[in-house]
């Protein structure tokens, strides 16, 4: 079994190129998680998760605890055997679903107590039960148990949840049971600002973890206000260690981020679209529900090496949503999913060669250009 460690193998800038490795593989970085909320990326076999290019995936501590059950899946051997995922899993610790998605919760320095937005059958989520459930899970990546603080709010909010959260991360540290090739992740709060983001990255290195997320971000503030929050946060943190940007994203905050530091990111965002008829594509997003994809027999995108992306013609994307076939969405996010993971290995490589920055440009103005065809039938691009 491997041992859990991060190796820097190059930088452009503020960019970094890394190499996680792991008790179950190794995690080529700047890399994207898809997110398998409840031991599944949905729409998409784990095969097919695999065939894409992605080396490690997100799966969820509150909705597992929930349904089927944290020792349920013990007594199979953890996510990964129950859902057949041979690579790194990471957990995150349920923290933002409990703010966001629980009923009645209350939260005091102990935990938050809360009614399942199930079945309203109460729980009480701790910073020790955190890691306890995740530990059952047989998570590769545990992350400490945070307070997810809302956007906006006053400072002096801001700072009370933050030091919140350092405290819980203390406790997660002592109740993590350390294993060769696993890795504890502690999470950066202090929302937009400076100062707060500074003191909270102090203390989780005064804990010490394997790695560092930044979470309250992509809440709402908006690009910019994310962009500004990771120009002063990244700066104060540890080089040696994975950066992991949480909930990121669109593409175009994921190559802004990886130009600010960033190391790892995970969102829903390529398999929602993906089952609600949007197509991530090098010329932008394309909704294939348009009449304009009627009769254009184009793949969805030539440059990536996946059969939903270059077999199947827009016009078939377009009636298979017109029709409500399953099928629609399950091409849709295998294309979605391999779209990330292409624009991922674009960005280790543009970093590695020191070309990031006329990539990023490149990416930018390709994603403005959109993907019409002319009127001629030309293609516009």
Known sequence: MSAFSFELLGTDGD?????????HGVINTPAFMPVGTAATVKAMLP??????????????????????GAERIAKFGGVR??????????????????????????MTEDGVTFQSHIDGSRHH???????????????TITMAFDECTPFPAEKDEVAESMRLSMRWAKRSKSAYVPREGYGLFGIVQGGIHEDLRADSIGALQNVGFD???????????????????LDHTMPHMPK??????????KPLDIVGAVQRG??????????????????FTRYGALNMRNARHADDLRPLDESIDCPASRIYSRAYYHHLFRCDEVLGLMLLTWHNVAFYQQMMTDLRAAIQNGTLASYAA????????????ADDGDDAR
Not at 262 to 279: E, I, K, N, W, Y
């Open 15 to 23: 960019a970094r190129r890394g190499r996680l490795t792991t008790a």
């Open 47 to 68: 095969e097919t998760v695999a065939s894409t290019g992605a080396e490690i995936i997100l799966a969820n501590t509150y909705h597992l605890m929930l349904r089927p």
């Open 81 to 106: 055997k129950f859902m057949n995922w041979s690579g790194p899993l990471l957990t995150d610790s349920g923290g933002y679903q409990v703010m966001s998605l629980a009923k009645l919760r209350k």
């Open 125 to 139: 989520l701790t910073p020790e039960r955190s890691i306890q459930i995740q530990h059952m899970l047989d998570a």
């Open 211 to 229: 790695g560092y997320a930044v979470g309250g971000l992509a809440v709402g503030e908006g690009q910019d206000l994310m962009f500004s929050t």
């Open 240 to 249: 040696d260690k994975p950066r992991y940007l949480m909930g990121v994203g």
């Open 262 to 279: 960033c190391d790892m990111f995970d969102c829903v965002l390529p398999t929602r679209s993906g089952r609600t008829a949007q197509a």
């Open 362 to 373: 490149a990416f930018a103005a390709d994603q403005a250009r959109g993907d019409a065809v």
